[in-house]
DNA sequence: AGTATGATTGCCT
DNA sequence: GGCAATCATACTG
């Protein structure tokens, strides 16, 4: 499938998005760090059923939804099939690729390395917020993605970060090596994910 | 490199 | 009231 095609299961969509990239208006980078939520997963907001907040996850695939996080950051994912479930996918790392200078400005002058770690600071740099919410990400608006035109990056598959509910469930997904990542080292490492030891 | 803490909004999963 | 798909800061090593 290709990268940007929104039919298929949240941990398909997931693992396809690595490599292609997310311009907002300016700025963007190449996505580094994905994680999977599908439906009947208790980790997902969509687990307890449509809320005001959650209801972009209950629509149409190909959508943003935009949440608030601890009360202070705003996180983006993106909503995946099955259509009406509430699956989708939290985009969690980016690789700055455009705009760095204004990415900086928008989060208090960050080292390129920390300017997209991690999906409070990717939403705060590309100033993503509820104007987002529910975007419908298959036409050019506000936020758009492209392919990438680079060769297929080697992709390593984790565990999830900051939940408690199936936090054994291998569905976080990253470039391998990459400088841009969130997370602790060890579950970022050259191997499979494992504890060093 | 890892660990602890407080900030703050919305829903109780 | 408690908790949450987080982050900056302030420590320790």
Known sequence: MRAVDFSAASIEVAR????ASIFVAGVGGRIVETEAYDEADSASHSFAGRTARNAAMFGPPGRAYV???YGLHWC???VCMPAGHGAGVLIRALEPLEGIALMQRNRGAARASDLLRGPGRLAAALRIDRQLDGLDLCRRGALWLAEDGQDAPDIGQSVRIGITRESERKL???VRGSRYLSGP???NGAGRARRPG
């Open 67 to 69: 949440y608030r996080s």
């Open 76 to 78: 983006l994912n993106f």
């Open 16 to 19: 396809g998005l690595i490599g």
């Open 172 to 174: 976080r997904f990253f």
């Open 185 to 187: 080292a060890w579950l």
